[in-house]
Every structure is written in structure tokens, then in C-alpha cells.
């Protein structure tokens, strides 16, 4: 177990809905990133927070947005939901400041836009 | 364009044999390779992780070399076991951002 802990593990949306995944990070932790992964491929930075602010982005439109809270927990907010959303998301939870900084995964949360 | 490419995307071996992972990359500015081991529908787990300057890094039955002349990496698996099987994902971090480049992965698949 990693400390990073994602929530919900499965989710069905209907298209043109929003939703709200959550992600807690790993005790010492101050940047959460966040991944789509598509089945078969690997995952895709959509964006990073650190200190509640975004701090990099990936190629993702306007509607994927994304909070992290001071306690250092990110929520990433998915608006308009196309079917083509559906994946595995993973949030990965780092100390940015380190020379060579370990990263978390958690268990991911399975998103499924029908 | 930063990018990540690994070869075989599949690979089967029968328990007991070695395997090697191949990973180009294409990244700037480079910072750090990393090697992560992911089960079906589970996130990754990291297994090894090198510095531009750092030419091969072991974990156990895992070794993964590097040459950050070439640009190119690659992860070694001894005497596989069948809980080898796996997605193997290589992951090239661009310096100061921390942004993570996935490759697609190599699928193994160990035998008994």
C-alpha cells in the first residue's frame, strides 16, 4: 500500500454529466498530479498541484479542472462528460523540493461514460 | 515533442526465464527515468528510479540500466515468476516540473 488512497474505485456517468474524483495524499506530501489512462495505453498528465495551485498542465481541455486542499488532498473535476472520458484515473502524491522525488500512485478510480 | 516509446508492447515467457524491456525517449529537459510495474486496473508501483547520471539500478530480480547518451533504457527481469506478470511502464520526467512522460508499456506475461 502506498498511502494514496482514491475515491470512488468505480463510477458510471452518464454523457454530459460532471463529476468530482478525489484523491488523499501521502503523509509529507505537497503535490498531488493527476493521469488519465485509456485501456491499453499509458497515462497521460492532465495536471499537477502543488501548494493548491496548478503548477503544469497536459494537453486537456477547459473542463477538466482541479482543487487541491491544504491539507494537500486534490479533487480533479471532470465537466461535460463525453464518452470518450471513460478510463482509469490516476492521481500520483510527491514532495516537490527533493533531489529525486518518489511518487505514489494510488489504486486509480474507473470511470465509465455511457 | 516529448515522448516515451517501449518495445515488445507484449511479451510471453515461461517462468523461470529472463526478459529484457526496451525504452527510447525522447525528453528535455530530462531529469529522471523511472520503471513502474502496474496489475490490470491498479495504479503503478514504482520499481526502480535513475538519475541522468546513473548508469543501471537494481530491486531484486529488477535491473534497469540507462544511457542518457542513446537516451535509452532498459528493465531486466531474472528467473520471472508467474506474479511478474504485468503492464512494465517506463517514465521519463522532464526536470523542474516534475511532469511524468508514460510510455505504453510492455505487457509480460509469465507461463507456468
Not at chain 2, 524491456?21 to 510495474?37: A, D, G, I
Not at chain 2, 491498479?42 to 543501471?56: A, D, K, W
Request: glycine share 8%; net charge neutral.
Amino acid at each position: 500500500e502506498t498511502g494514496v488512497t482514491q475515491s470512488p474505485t468505480h463510477l458510471i456517468k452518464t454523457r454530459g454529466q460532471q463529476v468530482t474524483l478525489r484523491c488523499s495524499s501521502q503523509s509529507g506530501h505537497n503535490t498531488v498530479s493527476w493521469y488519465q489512462q485509456a485501456l491499453g495505453q499509458g497515462p497521460q498528465f492532465i495536471f499537477q498541484y502543488y501548494r493548491e495551485e496548478e503548477n503544469g498542465r497536459g494537453n486537456f481541455p477547459p473542463r477538466f479542472s482541479g482543487l487541491q486542499f491544504p491539507n494537500y488532498s486534490s479533487e480533479l473535476n471532470v465537466n461535460a462528460l463525453e464518452l470518450d472520458d471513460s478510463a482509469l484515473y490516476l492521481c500520483a502524491s510527491s514532495f516537490f523540493g527533493g533531489l529525486r522525488t518518489e511518487a505514489f500512485f494510488g489504486q486509480g478510480t474507473r470511470l465509465t461514460v455511457v | 515533442k516529448n515522448q516515451v516509446e517501449q518495445s515488445p508492447q507484449s511479451l510471453i515467457i515461461l517462468e523461470g526465464k529472463n526478459c529484457t524491456l526496451q525504452c527510447n525517449y525522447t525528453v528535455s529537459p530530462f531529469s529522471n527515468l523511472r520503471w513502474y510495474k502496474q496489475d490490470t486496473g491498479r495504479g503503478p508501483v514504482s520499481l526502480t528510479i535513475m538519475t541522468f547520471s546513473e548508469n543501471t539500478k537494481s530491486n531484486g530480480r529488477y535491473t534497469a540500466t540507462l544511457d542518457a547518451d542513446t537516451k535509452q533504457s532498459s528493465l531486466h527481469i531474472t528467473a520471472s515468476q508467474l506474479s511478474d506478470s504485468a503492464s512494465y511502464i517506463c517514465v521519463a520526467e522532464t526536470s523542474g516540473t516534475y511532469k511524468y512522460i508514460f510510455g505504453t508499456g510492455t505487457r509480460l506475461k509469465v507461463l507456468a
